[in-house]
């Protein structure tokens, strides 16, 4: 093949290979799951089954733990949730959290209403949101996060006692689904 018609092929490669890597996802981006089981403290032959859905996309995040009880309450779980935005530059990452979701629980009965996750945000319900922010969540809308991928595993870690370093309870480990 002469040179001539070699470059132009030469190019299109290029252009083509460019392309592709502008394309490309972070390696945040992503389904990650984390699933815990723990005894209960006040009763320690319950157990709790927690298995939390993190979906990760650039500007944008969403959670929903699904939460159940084994071994006190039959067929008893339930679902909550949290949405918002991201900002992610190298590992520092800043979540925004816009909604929370909870399910809507019959107090006198104590079963739920639906199988529905209702969602609250500060504009529409301020109050709802507030107290679940505060009881939920990191009783902030924002919080600074370190997201530390490697193949398969998302550790986010957070410092939320302020102390400029990070205990077990403030490491989190997913796995990509």
């Known amino acids: 093949m002469k040179l001539q018609h070699l470059l132009p092929v030469l190019l ?3 252009v083509l290979s ?5 394309n490309k996802s972070p ?24 298995k939390m859905v993190m979906t990760l996309q650039v500007g944008s995040w969403e ?19 949290f949405k918002g935005t991201l900002t992610v530059s190298g590992e520092d ?7 929370i979701g909870v399910r809507n629980l019959n107090m006198q009965t104590m079963t739920f209403i639906d199988d529905e996750i209702t969602w609250y945000n ?5 109050n709802e949101y507030g107290l679940y922010l505060d009881e939920y969540g990191p009783g902030t809308t924002t919080q600074e996060v370190k997201f530390i991928v490697s193949g398969n595993t998302l550790t986010i870690k957070a410092d939320d006692n302020g102390n400029g ?8 480990v997913l796995t990509r689904e």
């Open 93 to 99: 990452a800043t979540i925004t959290f816009a909604e």
């Open 122 to 126: 500060a504009n529409d319900n301020p």
């Open 27 to 50: 390696a945040y981006v992503g389904t990650w799951v984390r699933t815990e089981a723990d005894t209960l403290s006040l009763v320690p032959l319950v157990l709790l089954e927690n």
């Open 18 to 22: 460019c392309e592709k890597e502008e």
């Open 12 to 14: 299109i490669v290029a």
């Open 63 to 81: 959670m929903i733990s699904k939460i159940k009880v084994t071994g006190y309450i039959p067929d008893w779980e339930d679902f909550m949730g």
């Open 165 to 172: 370093t990070y205990e077990e309870d403030e490491i989190m």
